[in-house]
Protein backbone atom coordinates (compact mmCIF):
# COMPACT_ATOMS: atom_id res chain seq x y z
CA UNK A 1 0.00 0.00 0.00
CA UNK A 2 1.19 3.21 -0.87
CA UNK A 3 5.28 2.86 -0.48
CA UNK A 4 4.97 -0.04 1.52
CA UNK A 5 4.18 -3.51 1.63
CA UNK A 6 1.25 -6.22 2.75
CA UNK A 7 2.21 -8.73 5.30
CA UNK A 8 -0.36 -11.26 5.02
CA UNK A 9 -1.80 -12.99 8.54
CA UNK A 10 -4.00 -15.51 9.05
CA UNK A 11 -7.85 -15.39 10.05
CA UNK A 12 -10.63 -18.25 10.70
CA UNK A 13 -11.59 -20.32 7.63
CA UNK A 14 -14.78 -20.05 5.81
CA UNK A 15 -16.49 -22.14 3.19
CA UNK A 16 -15.06 -22.39 0.36
CA UNK A 17 -16.87 -20.36 -2.85
CA UNK A 18 -14.33 -21.38 -5.64
CA UNK A 19 -16.07 -22.46 -9.21
CA UNK A 20 -13.73 -23.70 -11.57
CA UNK A 21 -13.52 -21.59 -14.83
CA UNK A 22 -11.69 -20.98 -18.31
CA UNK A 23 -11.35 -17.17 -16.38
CA UNK A 24 -9.56 -18.42 -13.49
CA UNK A 25 -7.25 -21.08 -15.36
CA UNK A 26 -8.20 -23.59 -13.73
CA UNK A 27 -9.25 -25.16 -16.40
CA UNK A 28 -7.06 -24.45 -19.29
CA UNK A 29 -6.40 -25.41 -23.25
CA UNK A 30 -3.01 -25.68 -22.53
CA UNK A 31 -1.83 -27.93 -20.26
CA UNK A 32 1.84 -29.60 -19.12
CA UNK A 33 3.64 -27.35 -21.49
CA UNK A 34 7.47 -27.79 -20.84
CA UNK A 35 8.86 -25.13 -22.87
CA UNK A 36 10.96 -22.74 -20.93
CA UNK A 37 11.55 -19.39 -22.75
CA UNK A 38 14.88 -19.14 -24.68
CA UNK A 39 15.59 -15.86 -26.85
CA UNK A 40 17.25 -17.70 -29.44
CA UNK A 41 14.78 -20.54 -30.10
CA UNK A 42 11.38 -18.74 -28.92
CA UNK A 43 12.47 -15.22 -29.69
CA UNK A 44 10.73 -13.87 -25.92
CA UNK A 45 11.79 -10.49 -24.84
CA UNK A 46 11.62 -9.37 -21.31
CA UNK A 47 11.17 -5.14 -22.72
CA UNK A 48 7.81 -4.84 -20.66
CA UNK A 49 5.19 -6.15 -18.68
CA UNK A 50 3.57 -8.80 -20.76
CA UNK A 51 5.50 -9.19 -23.60
CA UNK A 52 4.48 -12.07 -25.62
CA UNK A 53 6.19 -15.25 -26.41
CA UNK A 54 6.28 -16.36 -29.61
CA UNK A 55 5.93 -20.32 -28.96
CA UNK A 56 3.76 -22.55 -30.54
CA UNK A 57 2.78 -25.82 -28.82
CA UNK A 58 3.41 -28.89 -30.39
CA UNK A 59 4.11 -32.26 -29.34
CA UNK A 60 7.39 -32.24 -29.16
CA UNK A 61 7.04 -29.57 -25.99
CA UNK A 62 4.80 -31.92 -24.61
CA UNK A 63 1.89 -30.19 -24.69
CA UNK A 64 -1.25 -32.27 -24.18
CA UNK A 65 -5.04 -30.78 -24.67
CA UNK A 66 -7.82 -30.30 -21.87
CA UNK A 67 -9.25 -33.29 -21.05
CA UNK A 68 -13.03 -33.06 -20.01
CA UNK A 69 -13.49 -33.84 -16.28
CA UNK A 70 -9.47 -33.19 -15.36
CA UNK A 71 -9.50 -32.78 -11.78
CA UNK A 72 -9.29 -29.36 -10.23
CA UNK A 73 -5.82 -28.51 -8.72
CA UNK A 74 -7.23 -25.22 -6.40
CA UNK A 75 -7.01 -26.20 -2.86
CA UNK A 76 -9.16 -23.63 -0.32
CA UNK A 77 -6.80 -21.91 1.94
CA UNK A 78 -7.93 -19.36 5.04
CA UNK A 79 -8.80 -16.03 4.22
CA UNK A 80 -5.38 -13.29 4.67
CA UNK A 81 -5.67 -10.00 6.84
CA UNK A 82 -3.13 -7.45 6.06
CA UNK A 83 -0.69 -5.71 8.19
CA UNK A 84 0.47 -2.26 6.80
CA UNK A 85 4.54 -1.73 7.02
CA UNK A 86 5.75 1.45 6.10
CA UNK A 87 9.56 2.14 6.52
CA UNK A 88 9.64 -0.07 9.70
CA UNK A 89 6.23 1.24 10.80
CA UNK A 90 3.90 -1.61 11.59
CA UNK A 91 0.24 -0.90 11.90
CA UNK A 92 -1.47 -3.58 13.99
CA UNK A 93 -5.52 -3.90 14.25
CA UNK A 94 -5.77 -7.35 16.10
CA UNK A 95 -3.15 -9.61 18.63
CA UNK A 96 -2.68 -11.72 15.98
CA UNK A 97 -1.35 -8.88 13.71
CA UNK A 98 0.52 -7.74 16.27
CA UNK A 99 2.09 -11.18 16.93
CA UNK A 100 3.14 -11.76 13.26
CA UNK A 101 4.81 -7.77 13.71
CA UNK A 102 6.86 -9.46 16.08
CA UNK A 103 8.05 -11.89 13.90
CA UNK A 104 8.32 -9.84 10.92
CA UNK A 105 10.53 -7.34 12.78
CA UNK A 106 12.99 -10.47 14.51
CA UNK A 107 13.60 -10.93 10.29
CA UNK A 108 14.55 -8.21 9.32
CA UNK A 109 17.74 -6.44 9.12
CA UNK A 110 16.42 -3.22 11.01
CA UNK A 111 17.59 -2.42 13.62
CA UNK A 112 14.23 -0.98 15.37
CA UNK A 113 10.75 -0.88 14.17
CA UNK A 114 7.65 0.78 15.50
CA UNK A 115 4.01 -0.59 16.18
CA UNK A 116 1.24 1.65 15.74
CA UNK A 117 -1.99 -0.57 17.82
CA UNK A 118 -5.47 0.43 16.37
CA UNK A 119 -6.26 -1.86 19.43
CA UNK A 120 -6.30 -2.79 23.06
CA UNK A 121 -3.59 -5.16 23.12
CA UNK A 122 -3.87 -5.98 27.09
CA UNK A 123 -2.26 -8.70 28.74
CA UNK A 124 -1.22 -10.22 25.05
CA UNK A 125 1.33 -7.02 25.21
CA UNK A 126 3.62 -10.05 26.45
CA UNK A 127 4.19 -13.31 25.97
CA UNK A 128 6.02 -16.54 27.14
CA UNK A 129 9.49 -16.72 26.13
CA UNK A 130 9.58 -19.36 23.39
CA UNK A 131 13.29 -19.38 21.28
CA UNK A 132 16.64 -20.00 22.99
CA UNK A 133 17.49 -16.82 23.12
CA UNK A 134 14.44 -15.51 25.19
CA UNK A 135 15.04 -18.03 27.65
CA UNK A 136 18.68 -17.53 28.12
CA UNK A 137 18.04 -13.76 28.36
CA UNK A 138 15.74 -14.26 31.26
CA UNK A 139 17.82 -17.67 32.86
CA UNK A 140 15.61 -20.01 31.55
CA UNK A 141 12.28 -21.12 31.70
CA UNK A 142 10.04 -18.72 33.93
CA UNK A 143 6.34 -19.29 35.28
CA UNK A 144 3.11 -18.81 33.00
CA UNK A 145 2.78 -15.53 35.46
CA UNK A 146 6.37 -13.86 34.49
CA UNK A 147 6.21 -13.43 30.52
CA UNK A 148 8.28 -10.93 28.29
CA UNK A 149 7.98 -8.12 26.02
CA UNK A 150 9.86 -7.34 22.92
CA UNK A 151 12.56 -8.61 20.46
CA UNK A 152 15.58 -9.91 20.76
CA UNK A 153 18.27 -7.41 18.86
CA UNK A 154 15.85 -4.72 18.52
CA UNK A 155 14.39 -1.20 19.82
CA UNK A 156 10.49 -1.14 19.44
CA UNK A 157 8.09 1.70 20.06
CA UNK A 158 4.50 0.63 21.08
CA UNK A 159 2.55 3.27 20.17
CA UNK A 160 -1.27 4.02 19.27
CA UNK A 161 -2.86 5.40 16.43
CA UNK A 162 -3.80 9.21 16.64
CA UNK A 163 -4.25 10.37 20.17
CA UNK A 164 -5.69 6.95 21.46
CA UNK A 165 -4.32 5.57 24.19
CA UNK A 166 -4.73 1.42 24.04
CA UNK A 167 -3.82 -0.58 26.51
CA UNK A 168 -0.63 -2.61 27.22
CA UNK A 169 -0.88 -5.23 30.26
CA UNK A 170 2.61 -6.02 31.38
CA UNK A 171 1.67 -7.98 34.75
CA UNK A 172 5.38 -9.39 35.57
CA UNK A 173 7.57 -9.05 32.99
CA UNK A 174 11.14 -9.26 31.27
CA UNK A 175 12.44 -6.98 28.26
CA UNK A 176 14.48 -8.98 25.88
CA UNK A 177 15.14 -6.21 23.83
CA UNK A 178 15.16 -2.51 23.99
CA UNK A 179 11.29 -1.17 24.68
CA UNK A 180 9.34 2.43 24.32
CA UNK A 181 6.27 3.01 25.49
CA UNK A 182 4.59 6.29 24.09
CA UNK A 183 1.29 7.01 23.62
CA UNK A 184 -0.35 3.86 24.88
CA UNK A 185 -2.07 3.35 28.91
CA UNK A 186 0.90 0.85 30.76
CA UNK A 187 -0.37 -1.62 33.57
CA UNK A 188 1.70 -3.73 35.30
CA UNK A 189 3.55 -4.81 38.80
CA UNK A 190 7.21 -5.94 38.35
CA UNK A 191 9.67 -4.78 35.07
CA UNK A 192 12.57 -6.32 34.87
CA UNK A 193 14.53 -4.18 31.87
CA UNK A 194 16.73 -6.73 31.97
CA UNK A 195 19.72 -4.69 31.30
CA UNK A 196 17.79 -3.25 27.91
CA UNK A 197 17.02 0.51 27.59
CA UNK A 198 13.49 0.75 28.49
CA UNK A 199 11.54 4.14 27.96
CA UNK A 200 8.44 5.78 28.72
CA UNK A 201 8.12 8.45 27.09
CA UNK A 202 6.07 11.97 27.75
CA UNK A 203 2.97 10.82 25.84
CA UNK A 204 2.63 7.72 27.92
CA UNK A 205 -0.59 6.89 30.63
CA UNK A 206 -0.35 4.56 33.43
CA UNK A 207 2.51 2.16 34.53
CA UNK A 208 4.29 -0.17 37.27
CA UNK A 209 2.90 -0.56 40.53
CA UNK A 210 5.26 -2.33 42.49
CA UNK A 211 8.94 -2.35 41.17
CA UNK A 212 11.17 -1.28 37.90
CA UNK A 213 14.36 -2.92 37.77
CA UNK A 214 16.93 -1.44 35.29
CA UNK A 215 18.65 -5.16 35.43
CA UNK A 216 17.13 -8.81 36.05
CA UNK A 217 16.07 -11.25 38.65
CA UNK A 218 18.91 -13.23 39.53
CA UNK A 219 21.05 -13.26 36.14
CA UNK A 220 23.67 -10.74 35.42
CA UNK A 221 23.74 -7.93 32.80
CA UNK A 222 25.99 -5.51 31.49
CA UNK A 223 24.60 -1.88 31.44
CA UNK A 224 21.27 -0.33 32.52
CA UNK A 225 19.14 2.20 30.94
CA UNK A 226 15.69 3.77 32.71
CA UNK A 227 13.95 6.79 30.91
CA UNK A 228 10.53 7.54 32.79
CA UNK A 229 9.32 10.79 31.21
CA UNK A 230 6.07 9.88 31.80
CA UNK A 231 3.51 7.90 33.41
CA UNK A 232 1.80 7.54 36.58
CA UNK A 233 3.66 4.99 38.83
CA UNK A 234 2.82 3.01 42.04
CA UNK A 235 -1.04 2.51 43.75
CA UNK A 236 -1.00 4.88 46.07
CA UNK A 237 -0.82 2.25 49.15
CA UNK A 238 2.71 1.36 49.02
CA UNK A 239 6.01 2.45 47.41
CA UNK A 240 6.60 1.71 44.33
CA UNK A 241 10.58 1.55 44.18
CA UNK A 242 12.88 2.32 40.71
CA UNK A 243 15.77 0.13 40.69
CA UNK A 244 18.48 1.00 38.44
CA UNK A 245 20.36 -2.51 39.04
CA UNK A 246 18.48 -5.75 39.29
CA UNK A 247 17.22 -8.44 42.08
CA UNK A 248 18.59 -11.05 43.83
CA UNK A 249 16.53 -13.56 46.23
CA UNK A 250 19.72 -15.40 47.30
CA UNK A 251 22.91 -14.27 46.67
CA UNK A 252 25.97 -16.22 44.85
CA UNK A 253 26.59 -18.28 42.18
CA UNK A 254 27.54 -15.31 39.66
CA UNK A 255 28.38 -16.17 36.62
CA UNK A 256 30.01 -13.34 35.94
CA UNK A 257 33.38 -12.05 37.13
CA UNK A 258 34.15 -11.04 40.61
CA UNK A 259 33.67 -7.01 41.01
CA UNK A 260 37.06 -5.93 42.70
CA UNK A 261 37.84 -2.41 44.75
CA UNK A 262 41.58 -2.79 44.60
CA UNK A 263 42.51 1.30 44.96
CA UNK A 264 40.10 1.87 47.24
CA UNK A 265 40.22 1.59 51.06
CA UNK A 266 39.24 -1.05 52.79
CA UNK A 267 35.27 -0.18 54.49
CA UNK A 268 35.02 -1.21 58.41
CA UNK A 269 32.18 -3.80 59.12
CA UNK A 270 32.03 -4.63 55.53
CA UNK A 271 33.57 -7.20 53.37
CA UNK A 272 36.85 -6.36 51.94
CA UNK A 273 38.78 -5.94 49.63
CA UNK A 274 35.94 -7.04 46.88
CA UNK A 275 32.54 -6.71 46.71
CA UNK A 276 30.90 -10.33 46.30
CA UNK A 277 29.83 -11.25 42.77
CA UNK A 278 26.06 -11.60 42.65
CA UNK A 279 23.23 -12.77 41.06
CA UNK A 280 21.78 -9.39 39.82
CA UNK A 281 24.45 -7.88 39.47
CA UNK A 282 25.16 -4.97 36.71
CA UNK A 283 28.67 -5.24 35.41
CA UNK A 284 28.96 -1.56 34.25
CA UNK A 285 27.23 1.44 34.52
CA UNK A 286 23.74 2.45 35.84
CA UNK A 287 21.48 5.72 34.50
CA UNK A 288 18.38 6.58 35.44
CA UNK A 289 16.74 9.49 33.83
CA UNK A 290 13.44 11.00 35.47
CA UNK A 291 11.51 13.68 33.80
CA UNK A 292 7.74 14.41 34.67
CA UNK A 293 6.52 10.91 35.46
CA UNK A 294 3.90 10.68 38.10
CA UNK A 295 3.94 9.20 41.53
CA UNK A 296 0.85 7.64 43.56
CA UNK A 297 0.68 10.24 46.57
CA UNK A 298 4.60 11.03 45.84
CA UNK A 299 5.29 7.20 47.15
CA UNK A 300 8.35 6.31 44.89
CA UNK A 301 11.97 6.00 45.86
CA UNK A 302 14.71 5.94 42.74
CA UNK A 303 17.18 3.54 44.26
CA UNK A 304 21.01 3.75 41.76
CA UNK A 305 21.35 0.02 42.37
CA UNK A 306 19.90 -3.03 43.62
CA UNK A 307 18.46 -5.33 45.79
CA UNK A 308 20.63 -8.21 47.23
CA UNK A 309 23.53 -7.22 43.91
CA UNK A 310 25.82 -4.95 43.47
CA UNK A 311 27.03 -2.50 40.68
CA UNK A 312 30.63 -2.86 39.02
CA UNK A 313 30.49 0.37 37.20
CA UNK A 314 28.94 4.17 37.96
CA UNK A 315 25.85 5.17 38.96
CA UNK A 316 23.85 7.99 37.11
CA UNK A 317 20.54 9.54 38.06
CA UNK A 318 19.28 12.87 36.29
CA UNK A 319 16.24 14.97 38.06
CA UNK A 320 14.15 16.96 35.42
CA UNK A 321 10.69 16.98 37.18
CA UNK A 322 7.92 19.03 38.52
CA UNK A 323 8.04 20.62 42.36
CA UNK A 324 4.54 19.51 43.18
CA UNK A 325 2.79 16.07 45.34
CA UNK A 326 2.11 14.38 42.07
CA UNK A 327 5.97 14.31 41.00
CA UNK A 328 6.96 13.90 44.71
CA UNK A 329 9.99 11.01 45.11
CA UNK A 330 10.20 10.29 48.78
CA UNK A 331 13.93 9.48 48.29
CA UNK A 332 16.66 9.41 45.30
CA UNK A 333 19.76 7.23 46.78
CA UNK A 334 22.69 6.26 44.70
CA UNK A 335 23.67 2.71 46.41
CA UNK A 336 21.12 -0.26 46.38
CA UNK A 337 20.07 -2.43 49.41
CA UNK A 338 20.47 -5.58 50.94
CA UNK A 339 20.11 -8.00 54.29
CA UNK A 340 23.87 -9.13 53.63
CA UNK A 341 27.26 -8.33 53.52
CA UNK A 342 28.90 -7.44 50.65
CA UNK A 343 25.63 -6.56 48.37
CA UNK A 344 23.68 -3.12 47.36
CA UNK A 345 27.24 -1.98 46.78
CA UNK A 346 28.45 0.19 43.89
CA UNK A 347 31.71 0.06 42.82
CA UNK A 348 32.70 3.19 40.94
CA UNK A 349 31.18 6.39 41.10
CA UNK A 350 27.87 7.77 42.14
CA UNK A 351 26.70 11.06 40.36
CA UNK A 352 23.20 12.46 41.48
CA UNK A 353 21.58 15.29 39.41
CA UNK A 354 18.52 16.65 41.30
CA UNK A 355 17.36 19.62 39.20
CA UNK A 356 13.76 20.29 39.66
CA UNK A 357 11.35 18.31 41.47
CA UNK A 358 10.12 17.62 44.63
CA UNK A 359 12.08 14.96 46.69
CA UNK A 360 12.28 14.21 50.82
CA UNK A 361 15.93 12.73 50.74
CA UNK A 362 18.79 12.37 48.39
CA UNK A 363 21.82 10.28 49.71
CA UNK A 364 24.72 9.40 47.86
CA UNK A 365 25.24 6.07 49.40
CA UNK A 366 22.36 3.42 50.30
CA UNK A 367 18.96 3.17 50.88
CA UNK A 368 17.78 3.22 54.51
CA UNK A 369 14.50 1.62 53.93
CA UNK A 370 13.35 -0.53 51.21
CA UNK A 371 12.81 -4.32 51.79
CA UNK A 372 14.56 -4.42 54.71
CA UNK A 373 14.30 -1.06 56.72
CA UNK A 374 15.75 1.55 58.40
CA UNK A 375 17.10 -1.10 61.46
CA UNK A 376 19.49 -2.98 59.57
CA UNK A 377 22.01 -4.98 61.55
CA UNK A 378 25.35 -2.47 62.04
CA UNK A 379 27.54 -2.96 58.97
CA UNK A 380 25.05 -3.70 56.31
CA UNK A 381 24.87 0.44 55.00
CA UNK A 382 25.36 0.25 51.15
CA UNK A 383 28.68 1.80 50.21
CA UNK A 384 29.91 3.23 47.13
CA UNK A 385 33.68 2.72 46.30
CA UNK A 386 34.62 6.16 43.80
CA UNK A 387 33.43 9.54 44.45
CA UNK A 388 29.48 10.90 45.22
CA UNK A 389 28.64 13.79 43.34
CA UNK A 390 25.27 15.67 44.20
CA UNK A 391 23.76 18.69 42.36
CA UNK A 392 20.56 20.44 43.64
CA UNK A 393 18.76 22.92 41.78
CA UNK A 394 20.62 24.45 39.40
CA UNK A 395 21.36 28.60 38.49
CA UNK A 396 18.03 29.48 37.05
CA UNK A 397 15.91 26.56 36.03
CA UNK A 398 12.57 25.52 37.59
CA UNK A 399 12.36 24.74 41.46
CA UNK A 400 13.48 21.98 43.41
CA UNK A 401 12.18 21.43 46.32
CA UNK A 402 13.84 18.84 48.95
CA UNK A 403 11.50 18.24 52.01
CA UNK A 404 12.94 16.59 55.32
CA UNK A 405 11.21 14.77 57.83
CA UNK A 406 11.55 12.89 61.32
CA UNK A 407 15.11 13.25 63.17
CA UNK A 408 17.51 13.16 59.09
CA UNK A 409 19.08 15.10 56.85
CA UNK A 410 17.72 16.51 53.70
CA UNK A 411 20.84 15.89 51.69
CA UNK A 412 23.97 13.58 52.37
CA UNK A 413 26.49 12.84 51.09
CA UNK A 414 27.96 9.22 52.70
CA UNK A 415 25.29 7.54 55.19
CA UNK A 416 21.99 7.71 55.94
CA UNK A 417 21.49 6.55 59.93
CA UNK A 418 18.14 7.51 60.81
CA UNK A 419 18.51 7.05 64.71
CA UNK A 420 21.27 7.37 66.83
CA UNK A 421 21.62 3.95 68.61
CA UNK A 422 23.99 2.85 66.06
CA UNK A 423 27.41 0.92 66.34
CA UNK A 424 30.46 2.83 64.94
CA UNK A 425 30.26 0.14 62.18
CA UNK A 426 26.33 0.58 61.36
CA UNK A 427 26.69 3.96 58.62
CA UNK A 428 27.84 3.59 54.95
CA UNK A 429 31.31 4.48 53.40
CA UNK A 430 32.55 6.25 50.47
CA UNK A 431 36.10 4.97 48.94
CA UNK A 432 36.59 8.41 47.22
CA UNK A 433 35.12 12.42 48.21
CA UNK A 434 32.04 13.75 49.00
CA UNK A 435 30.74 16.92 46.52
CA UNK A 436 27.87 18.97 47.10
CA UNK A 437 26.26 21.77 44.87
CA UNK A 438 23.25 23.67 45.57
CA UNK A 439 21.89 25.81 43.12
CA UNK A 440 20.06 28.80 43.28
CA UNK A 441 16.43 26.89 42.50
CA UNK A 442 16.84 24.29 45.22
CA UNK A 443 14.40 25.34 48.67
CA UNK A 444 14.59 23.30 51.56
CA UNK A 445 11.74 22.58 53.84
CA UNK A 446 11.74 20.85 57.09
CA UNK A 447 8.67 19.44 59.06
CA UNK A 448 9.47 18.23 62.58
CA UNK A 449 12.97 17.79 62.23
CA UNK A 450 15.10 18.10 65.91
CA UNK A 451 18.32 17.37 63.40
CA UNK A 452 18.30 21.01 61.96
CA UNK A 453 20.30 19.94 58.77
CA UNK A 454 19.91 20.10 55.61
CA UNK A 455 23.24 19.24 53.96
CA UNK A 456 25.73 16.67 55.55
CA UNK A 457 28.82 15.73 53.97
CA UNK A 458 29.32 12.71 55.81
CA UNK A 459 26.31 11.03 57.76
CA UNK A 460 25.71 9.61 61.59
CA UNK A 461 28.80 6.62 62.03
CA UNK A 462 30.23 6.95 58.52
CA UNK A 463 33.03 7.35 56.65
CA UNK A 464 34.62 9.06 53.64
CA UNK A 465 37.76 8.13 52.59
CA UNK A 466 38.56 10.88 50.73
CA UNK A 467 37.47 14.79 51.28
CA UNK A 468 33.87 16.77 51.66
CA UNK A 469 33.25 19.50 49.38
CA UNK A 470 29.94 21.57 50.36
CA UNK A 471 28.46 24.47 47.98
CA UNK A 472 25.47 26.68 48.45
CA UNK A 473 24.99 28.97 45.36
CA UNK A 474 22.04 30.52 46.28
CA UNK A 475 19.87 27.60 47.88
CA UNK A 476 17.28 29.06 50.24
CA UNK A 477 16.46 27.10 54.01
CA UNK A 478 13.01 27.05 56.17
CA UNK A 479 13.09 26.53 59.63
CA UNK A 480 16.31 27.52 60.61
CA UNK A 481 18.16 24.96 59.05
CA UNK A 482 21.90 24.09 58.70
CA UNK A 483 25.25 22.64 57.09
CA UNK A 484 27.44 20.08 58.89
CA UNK A 485 30.25 18.45 57.27
CA UNK A 486 29.74 15.58 59.19
CA UNK A 487 27.30 14.34 61.77
CA UNK A 488 28.13 12.91 64.61
CA UNK A 489 30.12 9.70 64.91
CA UNK A 490 30.95 10.60 61.22
CA UNK A 491 34.42 10.56 59.86
CA UNK A 492 36.55 12.33 57.00
CA UNK A 493 39.48 10.49 56.46
CA UNK A 494 41.44 12.11 54.01
CA UNK A 495 43.58 9.05 53.13
CA UNK A 496 45.14 11.11 49.98
CA UNK A 497 46.47 13.59 53.38
CA UNK A 498 44.87 16.90 50.94
CA UNK A 499 45.34 20.04 52.90
CA UNK A 500 41.77 20.49 53.54
CA UNK A 501 39.66 17.54 54.35
CA UNK A 502 36.69 19.57 54.79
CA UNK A 503 35.66 22.91 52.76
CA UNK A 504 32.40 24.17 53.26
CA UNK A 505 31.62 27.45 50.80
CA UNK A 506 28.94 29.74 51.05
CA UNK A 507 28.43 31.82 47.72
CA UNK A 508 24.87 33.08 48.03
CA UNK A 509 21.72 32.07 49.66
CA UNK A 510 20.13 32.06 53.10
CA UNK A 511 20.70 29.50 56.07
CA UNK A 512 21.25 29.52 59.62
CA UNK A 513 24.61 27.96 60.51
CA UNK A 514 27.79 26.18 59.40
CA UNK A 515 29.31 23.89 61.64
CA UNK A 516 32.01 21.04 60.86
CA UNK A 517 30.36 18.59 63.02
CA UNK A 518 26.54 18.88 64.20
CA UNK A 519 24.59 16.23 67.07
CA UNK A 520 21.56 15.28 68.61
CA UNK A 521 20.84 12.93 71.43
CA UNK A 522 23.58 10.85 72.08
CA UNK A 523 26.93 11.74 70.77
CA UNK A 524 29.34 10.30 69.75
CA UNK A 525 32.92 11.55 68.47
CA UNK A 526 33.24 12.36 64.66
CA UNK A 527 36.89 13.09 63.27
CA UNK A 528 38.19 15.24 60.74
CA UNK A 529 41.47 14.25 58.96
CA UNK A 530 42.99 17.83 58.22
CA UNK A 531 42.16 21.64 57.67
CA UNK A 532 38.69 22.71 57.70
CA UNK A 533 37.96 25.71 55.43
CA UNK A 534 34.72 27.91 55.58
CA UNK A 535 34.19 30.58 53.39
CA UNK A 536 31.44 33.40 53.49
CA UNK A 537 31.57 35.36 50.21
CA UNK A 538 27.41 36.18 50.35
CA UNK A 539 24.15 35.34 51.31
CA UNK A 540 22.99 35.48 54.99
CA UNK A 541 24.05 33.39 57.52
CA UNK A 542 23.27 33.81 61.69
CA UNK A 543 26.24 31.91 63.03
CA UNK A 544 29.36 29.88 61.72
CA UNK A 545 30.60 27.51 64.78
CA UNK A 546 34.34 25.56 65.10
CA UNK A 547 32.45 23.62 68.10
CA UNK A 548 29.63 23.46 69.55
CA UNK A 549 27.75 22.67 72.74
CA UNK A 550 28.07 18.50 73.68
CA UNK A 551 29.68 17.39 70.36
CA UNK A 552 32.48 15.72 70.29
CA UNK A 553 35.06 16.63 67.21
CA UNK A 554 38.78 16.19 66.88
CA UNK A 555 39.97 18.38 63.68
CA UNK A 556 43.38 16.76 62.80
CA UNK A 557 44.39 20.26 61.74
CA UNK A 558 43.33 23.92 61.80
CA UNK A 559 39.87 25.59 61.73
CA UNK A 560 39.82 28.38 58.93
CA UNK A 561 37.27 31.06 58.36
CA UNK A 562 37.47 33.55 55.63
CA UNK A 563 34.79 36.30 55.41
CA UNK A 564 34.76 38.61 52.25
CA UNK A 565 31.02 39.26 51.60
CA UNK A 566 27.42 38.36 52.85
CA UNK A 567 25.70 38.62 55.96
CA UNK A 568 26.97 37.24 59.13
CA UNK A 569 26.09 37.75 62.58
CA UNK A 570 28.36 35.32 64.62
CA UNK A 571 31.72 33.23 64.31
CA UNK A 572 32.72 30.86 67.03
CA UNK A 573 35.88 29.23 66.95
CA UNK A 574 34.76 26.94 69.77
CA UNK A 575 31.73 27.49 72.35
CA UNK A 576 31.45 25.81 76.30
CA UNK A 577 35.18 25.04 76.97
CA UNK A 578 35.39 22.71 74.17
CA UNK A 579 38.95 22.24 72.52
CA UNK A 580 40.21 21.06 69.30
CA UNK A 581 42.93 18.70 69.20
CA UNK A 582 45.62 20.20 66.82
CA UNK A 583 46.05 23.35 65.08
CA UNK A 584 44.91 26.65 65.14
CA UNK A 585 41.64 28.56 65.11
Known amino acids: IDDGFLIATPSEPTECTHVCTLDNGCVTKELNCTHEHNTDECGYTASTEGAPCNHEHTAECG ?112 LVGDVTFDNVKVSGSRIYANGFPLEFTENAEGGVTISVYGGSNRRPVDNTHLILNGGTFGNGRQTVMIYGGGSSDG ?70 SVADFYHNFESITGAGESNQDGYGHVLGDVTIHANSGMVQYIYGTGWPGGAYGSNVEAGKRRSVGGNVTITAGTESGPTMRILGFSNTASIIGCGNAEEVGYTSTAGAAVGGDVHITLGKSAHFESFDSARKSAMEGVGINSVCYGT ?81 GENELEIDGNFNVLV ?17 TEGHI
Open 564 to 580: TGGKLQYVFGTTVGREM
Open 468 to 548: VTLINNGATYANELGIFACYQGGKILNQEEEKNAATIIQNSGKLKHIEPVGTFGIAYPAEIKGDVSIEVNGGEITSVYGRQ
Open 63 to 174: YVAAVAGSPCQHECITPMTAIVQTNDVYDVSSVEEYATALEQIAKTDAPSATIVLKTNLGDNARRTSATEAEKELVGGEKPESEKIIGVVGKHIMLKSDGDAHYTVALGDCY
Open 251 to 320: VGDSSGPSMSVDGNPSMPGYVPPAFNPGQGDVHGDVTIEIGEAKFENGMAAIIGGGINANVGGDVSITVN
